[in-house]
């Protein structure tokens, strides 16, 4: 019969993972677990195969070239011809566009540091809605159905709404619980990209909204109308920028 | 163009370029092939640069790697939803491409462990690989798939039992074969 350390204290043992104390009682365990026993021979048998077989692979060197090529740009030439001014031309509107949009979103800055904690478990909590099979909730394009799922389960309204028009997908909502207390999360598709907009009840009055990256995904947040509301997404700054404007003027 | 200054980039090259060769490994077991594997690891260290500001020190690789991995699952939900949506079902083991007739047909051990490593679903394939050929600890990988060390205990043991058992009915079958 199965014991029921296999699948924990057999593994933390056999990985070298337990304290002393734990690897000492768990030895007096196998003492009379044969099933134990018979499982770690089987567990060194198939670590052994895949340490000692040579699987591991190694970067192509065209891979470290790609990189090093986009780490380390080489300079144009200084003869430049009519495009490449019509190049700069345009990468300079485009960072004072970029520039205006920042500078728009983020007014405080010195804020930077905005509740790093929450910062982190919205996060978590997006990457675990980007796990497979996670999606519990209610996967639909319509804003009434949405909304209906919603209203049953929580004690709190805010407004649903689909803005495909805009290119920002409804796609369905669910319930995530951060720190501590039920939220409800809209998620839209944009290019492609998944974003989540997590949304609870605040006493707190209205915010400007503050942009912070982690892990590699931006955030957004602010407050409105004693909601607030943050959204996720590898997606650019700039798309969640448009986002929150979207939700808000639809207010 | 590269957006990171010149003391950031200087940084990105001391503490993340050395995990190159780990964010391959990763994606090409994930994908279970190099061209893939180079193009989504690309994916996710252009990323990792792009968003180097955001990492404050702590274990480079796991942050890489992180990346890495989320960059993988993104695109085989995109390109490959069937093998993600399957690998909650324990009882298909063993996909089309590692049947044990194939094992035991493939030629040398390092061809037959990669088609049983293949073969397992990717939650537990991740593990593995992370576990027994990048030398992580159950913290750090834990760090790397966001899943708590307790699933990765039992993710582990799973994994190695089913990869135990296809080897081993593999090896049953080549037995069968020679005699």
Known sequence: ?251 | MSELELEDRARFEQLVLPHVDAAFNLARWLLRGRADAEDVAQEALLRACRFFRGFHGGDARAWLLQIVRNTCYTWLEKNRPMELSMEFDEEIHVQTCATPETLAIAGDDRERLTLALESLPPRFREVLVLRELEGCSYKEIAAITSIPIGTVMSSLSRARRQLYSALANSASKGAVREV
């Open chain 1, 1 to 251: 019969m199965k014991c029921e350390f296999a699948d924990s204290l057999l593994q933390g043992y056999f990985d070298g993972e337990l304290s002393d104390r734990r690897a000492a009682e768990f030895e007096r365990h196998l003492h009379h677990c044969g099933y134990c026993a018979a499982e770690l021979v089987d567990l060194d048998l198939v670590s052994a195969m895949l340490r000692l077989t040579p699987l591991y692979q190694p970067a192509p060197v065209s891979l470290r070239r790609k990189i090093d090529a986009y780490l380390r740009p080489i300079e144009p030439i200084a003869a430049a011809s009519q495009p490449l001014l019509w190049h700069w031309l345009a990468a300079a509107a485009a960072l004072f566009l970029i520039a205006i949009v920042l500078w728009r979103v983020s007014p405080e800055l010195g804020g930077d540091d905005y509740q790093a904690e929450l910062a982190g478990e919205i996060v978590e909590a997006h990457l675990r809605s980007l796990q497979p099979g996670h999606m519990a909730g209610i996967a639909s394009n319509d804003e009434g159905v949405v909304k209906e799922w919603f209203d049953d389960k929580l004690k709190f309204a805010f407004p649903v709404h689909d803005f495909a028009k805009a290119g920002f997908v409804l796609n369905g909502g669910r319930l995530d619980v951060i720190e501590g207390r039920s939220v409800a999360v809209l998620a839209y598709e944009h290019n492609g990209r998944q974003i989540n907009v997590f949304i609870w009840p605040t006493r707190e009055p209205d915010t400007s909204p503050r942009v912070g990256s982690r892990q590699g995904f931006q955030w957004v947040d602010w407050r409105k109308d004693k909601m607030e509301f943050c959204a996720v997404s590898d997606a650019d700054g700039v798309d969640l920028e448009q986002l929150h404007q979207l939700i808000i003027s639809s207010v």
